[in-house]
């Protein structure tokens, strides 16, 4: 019975990822588990400069590689070595995909159908130890590293890891790695397979963090594990995906009721720990405010204008038109002088001079700034989404107070609920943003059974399931 063959890989190259980087130096080494069957090692020419720091680490720089095959040249003779055989390397994703990229620009359609990454083999037959680099991995069990960060002392050490690795592994971890399409070989390679086997198949809010706990990225999903899942499949080779996937040390995150709580959490968190990989939701932002203030000479003004942090605001737009649009209903419903509204301009910037002779009436004037102000307020309503919780036990609650996002939660059965605006009382407060409430506005008109406003004999506790 022939013995399984693996094709061990190592590469060299100009950069870090597969779409904007070539290939420098590849060894592949044809391994069965004990001997070397044959071995292939080169140069190559990219075709454009190495930078200094890749001439630093490897030591490969410009002359060297000017009279090396490009990869067309080699990349028959590659494809040969690894069709048909295990694909194995350290950290295996970043060598699969430079040379199936490669060989690809070369014409020739290949991926593994099979690999086996030594980092996590390692992290499975080898646990506790401090670090499962390449050069530490060797430094603990005694493997000879002859040639650090070139493609062929590189494979010439993997080959021997892998055999140590076969040679302990009693309970056939290798054997289920190798599984076509197994799971665990397409996880990043930094993160470890318990913090995806924990994931639950529920709503919630997942959490990427980098080696230094910090959190790098944050999502929301119908189901967890689905979601994440989705993240490590796939041949995308752009730089930041493979910037993404080497930046994932590890994963938490929390069960919400729906995807709709799911993803209010997933703003406000994204928008309280701006994670390095979040882009989509932080142009989101109102833009526009309306201000009041008061002049030195006792006049109020009206102005609509840029948001300042730091800065209060009575109102917030997407828009200058949507700002301007109610300064002027404003401004003609309760009959304020157009010499103190404002477009385009806020108590922290320069106005223009306008004509300040016989002026309204001040207490007048500043009374109907302070109508206008209450007309305002009193049109933004407070009121409660139910709707069902994570289990039968509870509800999961949002609290809207006078137009602003407040906070959210899930209240437990055992929890007595007289009056709506009780709710507020037990959820968690949260900082509001136009976007949120964009989200919350669709939804309530959306659902409108699931609206609870105060004042209205419906309370959580004759709110039944049936009505969620």
């Avoid at 038109?321 to 109610?326: F, I, Q």
Wanted: include cysteine.
């Amino acid at each position: 019975m022939k013995k399984t063959e693996y094709a061990i890989v190592d590469i060299e190259t100009t950069g870090g990822n597969a779409s904007g980087s070539r290939i420098t130096e590849i060894a592949i080494i044809i391994h069965d588990g004990t001997d070397v069957l044959e071995r292939f090692e080169t140069l190559v020419n990219p075709q454009k400069e190495i930078p200094l720091p890749i001439f630093a680490l490897t030591g490969i720089n410009d002359e060297m590689v000017r009279d090396a095959p490009v990869f067309d040249d080699i990349a028959q003779q590659v494809f040969e070595l690894l069709k048909g055989r295990i694909f194995v390397a350290h950290n295996v994703n970043f060598d699969h995909s430079f040379v199936r990229h490669e060989l690809g620009r070369a014409g020739l359609k290949w991926s593994a159908k099979n690999k086996l990454c030594t980092v996590r083999a390692a992290r499975k037959i080898k646990p506790g130890l401090p670090s499962y680099s390449l050069g530490n991995l060797c430094k603990a069990l005694d493997i000879p590293l002859l040639a650090a960060h070139r493609a062929g002392g590189d494979a010439d050490a993997t080959a021997i890891l892998l055999c140590e690795l076969l040679e302990c592994d009693t309970e056939g971890t290798i054997a289920k790695m190798i599984k076509n399409n197994a799971q665990d070989q397409r996880l990043p390679p930094n993160l470890p397979p318990e913090d995806f086997d924990q994931l639950p198949e529920k709503p919630g809010v997942y959490y990427f963090y980098n080696q230094f706990r910090t959190v790098v990225y944050v999502g929301k999903a119908k189901n967890l594990k689905k979601r994440v899942a989705q993240h490590f499949s796939g041949h995308k080779i752009t730089p930041q995906r493979q910037n993404f996937l080497r930046d994932i040390y590890a994963i938490s995150f929390e069960v919400c009721a729906s995807e709709f709580m799911a993803l209010l959490l997933e703003c406000c968190e994204i928008k309280k720990l701006w994670p390095i990989h979040n882009r989509a939701l932080k142009k989101f932002d109102p833009k526009i405010g309306l201000y009041e203030y008061e002049a030195r000479n006792g006049y109020k003004y009206l102005a609509v204008g840029k948001l300042a942090k730091h800065q209060r605001y009575v109102e917030m737009f997407h828009s200058l038109h949507d700002g301007v649009n109610l300064l002027l209903k404003l401004a003609g419903q309760f009959t304020i002088d157009y010499r103190f509204i404002h477009y385009g301009t806020s108590k922290d910037e320069t106005i223009a001079a306008r004509d300040h002779t016989t002026l309204p009436d001040m207490e007048r004037h500043n009374n109907a700034v302070n109508n206008a102000l209450e007309f305002v307020e009193a049109s933004r309503p407070s009121y409660a989404i139910v709707d069902k919780g994570r289990n039968h036990d509870e509800r999961s609650c949002i609290w809207v107070e006078k137009g602003h996002f407040y906070g959210m939660g899930y209240i437990t059965s055992d929890i007595a609920i007289a009056e709506v605006s009780e709710i507020k009382d037990h959820v968690t407060p949260y900082q509001t943003n136009g976007y949120i409430m964009q989200l919350i506005s669709t939804y309530a008109s959306k659902y409108p059974g699931k609206v609870l406003k105060p004042g209205l004999r419906s309370t959580i506790e004759n709110y039944s399931y049936d009505t969620i």
